[in-house]
């Protein structure tokens, strides 16, 4: 199935992603289990809103006994990238 692995980031997260930055344990609200480690995901607001992708740096089970300031989605891509590179599209 398309979307299979979805990670939900804290609202006061969310804006750190938008601008590029990976999403911390601390920002983590929810990832869907048996999310396998470098396994891609789509990253959604807390509300389902879908911000981004990424990769997971961390399993589901890895994910659960992490530090808070561990990095546990990679940034790939998100909604405000259009915005932020305006200027340099053709």
Same mark, same amino acid.
């Given at each position: *199935?398309?979307?299979?692995? +979805?990670?939900?980031?804290? *609202? ?13 344990? =601390?920002?983590?609200?929810?990832? !869907?289990?048996?999310? #396998? &480690? ?9 509300? /389902? ?6 990769? #997971? #740096? +961390? =399993?589901? &089970?890895?994910?659960? +006994?992490? /530090? *808070?300031? #561990?990095?546990?989605?990679?940034? &790939?891509? /998100? ?10 599209? !053709?």
């Amino acid at each position: *199935p398309l979307l299979q692995y +979805k990670v939900w980031v804290k *609202p006061g997260s969310e804006q750190s992603f938008l601008y590029g930055s990976h999403v911390l344990k =601390s920002g983590l609200g929810r990832i !869907t289990e048996n999310t #396998a &480690q470098y396994q891609g995901v789509v990253v959604y607001s807390m509300a /389902d809103v879908p911000l981004g992708f990424g990769v #997971a #740096a +961390k =399993s589901t &089970q890895e994910c659960r +006994k992490v /530090d *808070p300031m #561990a990095i546990v989605v990679f940034h &790939q891509a /998100d909604v405000g990238e259009y915005v932020r590179s305006e200027d340099t599209l !053709t």
